[in-house]
Every structure is written in structure tokens, then in C-alpha cells.
């Protein structure tokens, strides 16, 4: 199912409010039970901050075999190596999380991440992914896209950041290489309602190339505290619903997930979100006790009791799924 939506009408709906919103919210959660049905999705998993244990690999092997104890199906990784890491540094990581858990989901390395994984390798980004890939990774974060727009990424960095067409090729490349990856927005800070639009309508159009992506996540900014850069406030729940609803029109039939962030908006904002469109509430982020603070979500996580209690408010059932979404 796809849905026709002009650039100008998206523009228009994102800034709903009061009825209007209402009845865009409804209109996107139609279409969410058409493509995906009623269940709210969930997927077990822990996150690792590869600044914080990526060189102690006896600890990431232990890490990693207490959260498959716990039910964990995935282990997400992501942030650079230190500069004096070994050159096959991220590779030795893949190898050391499928062997402490065979058959567990990674879920490692954002574009700059790959980059990095290559040059310091000397290859290509396509050779380093494949190679990646036979030592267990099985998907890619699509974070860092922020906005897809040159002016403003650079704007946001306050100098140079990684070109969109990089971004673009190296999520394509992993795409390729038969590794799926989430998309993201980081949104409410300098862009337009039009670049947000142009973001979710370049999403898309990867999405018809390669059908590697999984789900799109928005994700609300918060500036630094004395940032210089002049940004908007913090996103309203007006403005997040209105995306999330405009994200299910614009993305329907390319990208059918949408994920409601409930470390971003708590778990009320994320119940309107699954009522307005969302369908999936993303990963649990179990700490374990080992090292709590291995992940940078350290205290921010989700039960399976209160999943099932989110979805029971909504009057749908909670489900279990893998990475990719098979349900469990």
C-alpha cells in the first residue's frame, strides 16, 4: 500500500493542529493497520558504547553472553574506536560478539563507523561491510542522517560534516551487501518543514533501490546546554505527532515500520505516537549487572510488563520481534 501525497500537502500537514491533527493521526494509523496490523512490536536487546568497553573484548564477550541469557535476540553497537585501536579493531569486535552468542543479532556501525573500519583497513567501504558481514554483523544503524541536507548538517556541526551523497552511499553499500539498517531523523532544531519533508523523501527513494530498511525512527533534538547555535525549542508533541503521521504517509509501502522512541518522549508521548501511525516501540535496552554502564542508556529501560501494559492501553497485543521483524 502506498499512499499520494504532494510535497506541498505533507508541508501543510506537519503543520496540523487541534482537529486537523487529530484527524491526520487517524488517517495514519488506518494506513498503519493496513500494512502492518494491530500488534506493538518490541525487540530484546542491549546496547554497547564501543568508546566505553570496544578495547576490552573478555568484556564485551561476557557482556554480551549475560544479555542472551536475559532474552536479549540483538546487540546494538555503535560510536568510533579509539584512534589507537588495532586496524581490524571492529572486525575483532563482530568476531568476539558471535562467538559469545551464536546466532544473536549485531547490530553495529554507523556510516562514519564503516568508514572509519575501512580506511583504517586500507579497503573499500563495500569489502569492509562484506567482511563484516561473514563474521556476524547483520545489520547497520541508520543514524547520523540528522537532516539530509548539506547546509544544514554543516550548520548543525558548526563546520564540516559527512555529505549527505556519503551518507547515502555508504547506507546504500550496506544495503548491498545484504545488511539491513533502521533510517532516522533528528529533527526540530534549524531545518524547514520542507526539508523535513525532502528527508523523508529521500529515505524512500532508497528504500524503492534497496528495500534494506527496516523502520524510520524520528528522533526529537536537544540542544546542548549553552549551545551557540540558534535552535528551535524542544520539539512539541504537536510537531512530533504531526511528523510521525506525515512519516507513515510519505514512507507507506517503502518503509512500513515506524518506531515510537520512548527513551526520547517517555512512554506517554509514545502511546499517542502508536495511536497516531507508529507501530513499534523499538528495543527494551536491558542493563544487565555486570557493567550497567556499557551502554549509553545506562537506568533507561523497558520491561516486558510494560510493554504489554503500553499495548493494553492501546487495546492492541504486544509482540515479540527479530531485528528485521519477524515476529517471535
Known amino acids: 500500500m502506498t499512499t499520494t501525497l504532494t510535497d506541498a500537502e ?3 500537514l506537519l503543520g496540523a493542529d487541534g482537529q486537523d491533527l ?11 493497520r493496513d500494512l502492518v496490523g494491530d500488534q506493538v512490536t518490541f525487540v ?13 573484548l573478555p568484556l564485551v564477550h561476557d557482556l ?13 553497537v555503535q560510536n568510533p574506536l579509539p584512534a589507537g585501536a588495532p586496524d581490524d579493531g571492529y572486525l575483532d569486535l563482530v568476531r568476539t560478539i558471535a562467538s559469545a552468542a551464536p546466532g544473536i543479532h ?10 572509519d573500519g575501512a580506511a583504517r583497513l586500507g579497503i573499500s567501504p563495500r569489502s569492509f561491510l562484506e567482511r563484516a558481514r561473514d563474521a556476524g554483523l547483520g545489520s547497520v544503524p541508520g543514524t547520523a542522517a540528522k537532516i539530509l541536507d548539506d547546509d544544514v548538517r554543516t550548520r548543525l556541526a558548526g563546520g564540516p560534516d559527512m555529505p549527505v551523497a556519503r551518507w547515502v552511499e555508504l547506507i546504500t553499500t550496506a544495503h548491498e551487501a545484504g545488511l539491513t539498517s533502521t533510517s532516522t531523523m533528528l529533527y526540530g532544531h534549524i531545518e524547514t518543514p520542507a526539508q523535513q519533508v525532502a528527508h523523508l523523501r529521500l529515505l524512500a527513494e532508497i528504500a524503492e533501490r534497496t528495500g534494506g530498511f527496516t523502520e524510520f525512527i524520528a528522533m526529537p533534538f536537544t540542544p546542548a546546554p549553552g549551545a551557540a547555535l540558534p535552535v ?3 520539539p512539541s508533541v504537536r510537531e512530533t505527532r504531526a511528523l510521525t503521521a506525515v512519516s507513515r504517509l510519505v514512507l507507506a509501502g517503502r518503509i512500513n515500520h515506524i518506531q515510537a522512541p520512548w527513551p526520547k518522549i517517555g512512554t506517554a508521548g509514545a502511546i499517542q505516537l502508536l495511536r497516531g501511525g507508529a507501530d513499534d516501540l523499538g528495543g527494551l535496552l536491558i542493563d544487565g549487572v555486570l557493567d550497567p554502564s556499557a551502554g549509553q542508556e ?11 501494559a503500553i499495548a493494553a492501553e492501546l487495546g492492541r497485543p504486544a509482540r515479540q520481534r527479530t531485528t528485521r521483524y519477524d515476529l517471535l
Open 298 to 308: 545506562q537506568g533507561i529501560s523497558l520491561t516486558r510488563d510494560d510493554v504489554t
Open 106 to 115: 549485531l547490530h553495529a556501525f554507523r556510516p562514519a563507523e564503516v568508514a
Open 44 to 56: 530484546v536487546n542491549r546496547n554497547l558504547d564501543t568508546e566505553r568497553v570496544g578495547t576490552s
Open 232 to 234: 528551535n525549542s524542544r
Open 22 to 32: 487529530e484527524d491526520l493521526c487517524a488517517r495514519a494509523d488506518a494506513v498503519r
Open 64 to 76: 554480551v553472553v549475560e544479555a542472551a541469557s536475559l532474552g536479549a535476540t540483538e546487540v546494538c
Open 10 to 12: 505533507a508541508v501543510e
